[in-house]
């Protein structure tokens, strides 16, 4: 059965202003979709998270030689001898990988190979490029605070647009790529806030009020709803709430729940829980509730009790790639691939 799709245009800010057409997935329920395929991409272990092309058919990650590309169709290829990466990010645009090795941002051009180290006042912690995939938001941390930067992937831009604040989590983008979304928060115990800045303007405020405790902050696709996991006296939840509404009742608890990552259309939320760091399960839920699909359920490789795992979707919202090289511990990268039932 094909697969509807429906078209959104994002203009491209460059030097030939071309626009760019984005396919966005036709929605599907969690209960519509079942595992085909669950396989190990590599036998690569990943210093990063794994992130995929705008076609869904390559993962790109960080290992500790350099940052290797794998096609799911074929070979294994390294594109730079960046080592030991901690974040990657593929563009949209498809031409350009951002990289986070030893604290300083690099970008890559797929296209010639080649990389460039983009000069930041700090120590850079994570970046995130916009729907259209020219420019990017990176948190960068100096003596004085957390700050978030706008860069272009040319070079050409290169600006403050928030801070200081004494931590910056979790990038994100609302979906018309003129605001950046990022959690703010003074001190582990004060309470945080998902905050929306402008990239074009000195516009930034407070869109919604989070837990003290919240761990990680995903905004949805269409910019709308905020899931997060937060801890509880015992483990911790994951919590999905529409900006400026209600917290929903949880949709899971466990003791080591993290990797929250939305589907492309927006319906459909992937995270992991790790059992004493020895087994993790991958699941997938709709952020409206009801039965969470099971979709994987393995051994780590390397046990660990401080190990989480987390998840990423394709594109295509078809596959889901996942290991524990997404948080703070290196691991092998994992794809689950989905089809209708």
Not at 81 to 94: E, K, Q, Y
Not at 100 to 116: A, E, I, K
Not at 225 to 233: I, P
Not at 235 to 245: C, I, K, N, T, Y
Request: charged content about 25%; proline content about 7%; overall charge positive.
């Amino acid at each position: 059965m094909k697969r509807a799709f429906a078209l959104a245009l994002a203009v491209l800010a460059g030097s030939a202003c071309q626009p760019s057409v984005r396919r966005v997935p036709k929605p599907e329920p969690a209960q519509s979709l079942r595992v085909a395929e669950v396989r190990r991409v590599s036998d690569r272990v990943a210093t990063s998270n794994a992130s995929w092309s705008p076609d869904g058919n390559a993962v790109v990650f960080g290992t500790a030689d350099g940052l290797v590309v794998v096609d799911l169709r074929g070979p294994v290829r390294q594109v730079a001898s960046l080592r030991n990466a901690t974040r990657v990010d593929w563009s949209r645009a498809g031409r350009w990988v951002a990289v986070v090795s030893g604290g300083s941002l690099w970008v890559v051009d797929l296209d010639r190979p080649s990389w460039r180290r983009v000069d930041l006042p700090g120590v850079v912690r994570a970046f995130r490029w916009s729907p259209a995939g020219d420019r990017g938001a990176a948190v960068v941390e100096d003596r004085g605070g957390a700050w978030l930067w706008l860069i272009s992937a040319q070079g050409g831009v290169r600006r403050s647009l928030f801070g200081p604040s004494s931590a910056l989590y979790d990038l994100g983008w609302y979906p018309d790529g003129l605001y950046v979304s990022v959690r703010a928060q003074d001190r582990p115990d004060k309470a945080a806030a998902l905050w929306r800045v402008r990239v074009a303007g000195p516009d930034h405020r407070p869109v919604e009020a989070l837990p003290a405790t919240t761990l990680q902050a995903e905004l949805s696709p269409t910019g709308r709803a905020v899931a997060y996991v937060t801890l509880e006296e015992e483990g911790a939840a994951l919590v999905v709430q529409e900006v400026g509404g209600r917290p929903r009742p949880a949709l899971a608890r466990g003791a080591g729940l993290w990797g929250v990552s939305w589907s492309p259309q927006g319906d459909k939320l992937s995270y992991a829980e790790v059992e004493a760091g020895e087994r993790a399960v991958v699941w997938m839920v709709d952020p409206r509730g009801g039965r969470a699909v099971r979709l994987a359920d393995y051994a780590l490789e390397f046990p660990d009790p401080g190990a989480l795992v987390g998840t990423a979707w394709s594109p295509t919202g078809r596959a889901v790639a996942f290991g524990t090289g997404f948080a703070q511990r290196a691991g092998p990268v994992w794809v689950v691939r989905l089809e209708r039932r």
